[in-house]
């Protein structure tokens, strides 16, 4: 749909989304900075529908389907990443059912192994979900992972550059330090690789063990201070940030 009467018209649809009031939205509209099928749309009386036309503020795309959801869990250690376990381990499935009501139709982007923990993206848009698990599209994850000492002064230098896995090479995109205690040194890497475990077999590949690992951040959306075993609803931004990762 581009014009006409049918539809809804565009302020009211940007209003309901939670971007502005209608007054605001069309203040946004005035000044450029909304557009509908990749169009830049400035007249007030312009009608879209919610479900077909794909609108972005800011270059952010506005999700309209109230029945999309977006959720962040921060998974616990030992927690199964399915929906659901036929020997009644505890899984993310029943996070979900506590909190949500209901599974139904969603996804969760990519897996954390059980002993590992921190950030999961759950979703009911199975587009989104395969593009940020696709490589191709290189949505950078980061991760705290414990490792002991000594530390050697090339490992960050060795873990960018690559290393020879069994299913083939991988690297970080980033390494750094961020504490020291004892022998135990936590460090921070990036990678927009989702292959299993790949996290905990790149250090193993330079004979250090990961003892603790954390995935603290998927793209722009950041576990910050969520508690484990909680699960929230991404925000506006959060939402368009991952779509414009993945060319949505």
Same mark, same amino acid.
């Given at each position: 749909?581009?014009?006409?009467?049918?539809?809804?018209?565009l302020?009211?649809?940007?209003?309901?989304? $939670?971007?502005? &009031?209608?007054?605001?939205?069309?203040?946004?509209? /005035?000044?450029?900075?909304?557009? +509908?099928d990749? =169009?830049v749309?400035?007249?007030?009386?312009?009608?879209?529908d919610?479900?077909?036309?794909?609108?972005h503020?800011?270059?952010?795309r506005?999700?309209?389907?109230?029945?999309?959801?977006?959720?962040?869990l921060?998974?616990?250690? $030992?927690?199964? &990443?399915?929906m659901?376990?036929?020997?009644?381990? /505890?899984?993310?499935?029943?996070? +979900?059912?506590e =909190?949500?009501?209901?599974?139904k139709?969603?996804?969760?982007v990519?897996?954390?192994?059980?002993?590992?923990?921190g950030?999961?993206?759950?979703t009911?848009?199975?587009?989104?979900?395969?593009?940020?698990?696709?490589?191709s599209?290189?949505?950078?994850?980061?991760y705290?992972?414990e490792?002991?000492?000594?530390?050697?002064k090339?490992?960050?230098k060795?873990?960018?550059?690559?290393?020879?896995?069994?299913?083939g090479p991988?690297a970080?995109?980033?390494f750094k330090?961020?504490?020291?205690?004892?022998?135990?040194?936590m460090?921070?890497?990036v990678?927009?690789?989702g292959?299993?475990r790949?996290?905990?077999?790149?250090?193993e590949?330079?004979?250090k063990?990961?003892?603790?690992?954390?995935r603290?951040?998927?793209?722009d959306?950041?576990?910050g201070?969520?508690?484990?075993?909680?699960l929230?609803?991404?925000?506006?931004?959060?939402?368009?940030?991952?779509?414009?990762?993945?060319?949505?």
């Open positions: 749909m581009t014009e006409g009467e049918q539809g809804v018209r302020q009211k649809v940007l209003s309901e989304a $939670g971007v502005a &009031s209608r007054r605001q939205a069309e203040i946004l509209m /005035r000044q450029g900075r909304v557009e +509908v990749g =169009k749309v400035t007249e007030m009386g312009r009608r879209v919610p479900e077909v036309n794909v609108i503020v800011d270059g952010s506005i999700v309209t389907d109230v029945e999309t959801v977006h959720l962040a921060n998974k616990p250690e $030992g927690m199964l &990443s399915t659901w376990d036929g020997e009644g381990r /505890r899984c993310v499935g029943d996070v +979900v059912l =909190k949500a009501g209901s599974t139709g969603l996804f969760h990519g897996r954390l192994d059980a002993a590992t923990e950030l999961l993206l759950l009911n848009d199975g587009e989104l979900a395969n593009r940020l698990m696709h490589p599209y290189e949505v950078p994850k980061t705290l992972a490792i002991r000492t000594p530390i050697a090339d490992l960050g060795r873990l960018r550059e690559g290393v020879e896995l069994d299913d991988a970080v995109d980033s330090v961020i504490d020291r205690s004892g022998a135990r040194v460090v921070e890497v990678l927009h690789e292959r299993n790949i996290v905990r077999r790149i250090f590949a330079v004979d063990p990961v003892e603790r690992l954390v603290t951040a998927v793209g959306v950041r576990l201070d969520q508690r484990p075993g909680t929230r609803k991404l925000g506006r931004d959060e939402v368009g940030a991952l779509y414009h990762a993945v060319g949505l």
